[in-house]
């Protein structure tokens, strides 16, 4: 399993590239195949989202809408009470195939989640 996600591993942080430009998306980090992506309003200047957008929240369920799993982390990581993000945690029998279409697909969920 380890040999795999090594393999695995500079797949997804190449795929993740196109996240990472997102205008939402403030950082991206993580280690393996487990990842965190911060949701920001304004990417310059990294500014969270108003709290109550949930904005986290609903993209985790946007892309459960599309057939992908992920973790809306807990709100308030800034200051307890704001600051949005998810967490990615592919399993390790994942294809490249998979993570393209998976990191496809989050983009919309991050899209639709972001201009509600």
């Known amino acids: 399993l380890f040999e795999r996600?090594?393999?695995?591993?500079?797949?997804?942080?190449?795929?993740?590239?196109?996240?990472r430009e997102h205008a939402h998306v403030g950082e991206v980090r993580g280690k393996g195949l487990l990842v965190?992506?911060?949701?920001?309003?304004?990417?310059?200047t990294k500014t969270p989202f108003p709290a109550e957008r949930n904005v986290?929240?609903?993209?985790?369920?946007?892309?459960?809408k599309r057939g992908l799993l992920v973790l809306a982390g807990q709100p308030g990581l800034?200051?307890?009470?704001?600051?949005?993000?998810?967490?990615?945690?592919?399993?390790?029998?994942?294809?490249?195939?998979?993570?393209?279409?998976?990191?496809?697909?989050?983009?919309e969920a991050i899209d639709a989640a972001c201009a509600a």
């Open 5 to 19: 996600v090594r393999t695995l591993e500079p797949v997804l942080a190449e795929r993740l590239e196109a996240i």
């Open 36 to 44: 965190g992506i911060e949701l920001v309003a304004d990417k310059g």
């Open 56 to 64: 986290g929240r609903r993209a985790a369920q946007e892309a459960k």
């Open 78 to 107: 800034i200051d307890g009470v704001m600051g949005d993000h998810l967490l990615l945690a592919p399993p390790f029998v994942v294809t490249e195939g998979q993570l393209a279409e998976g990191l496809g697909l989050l983009r």
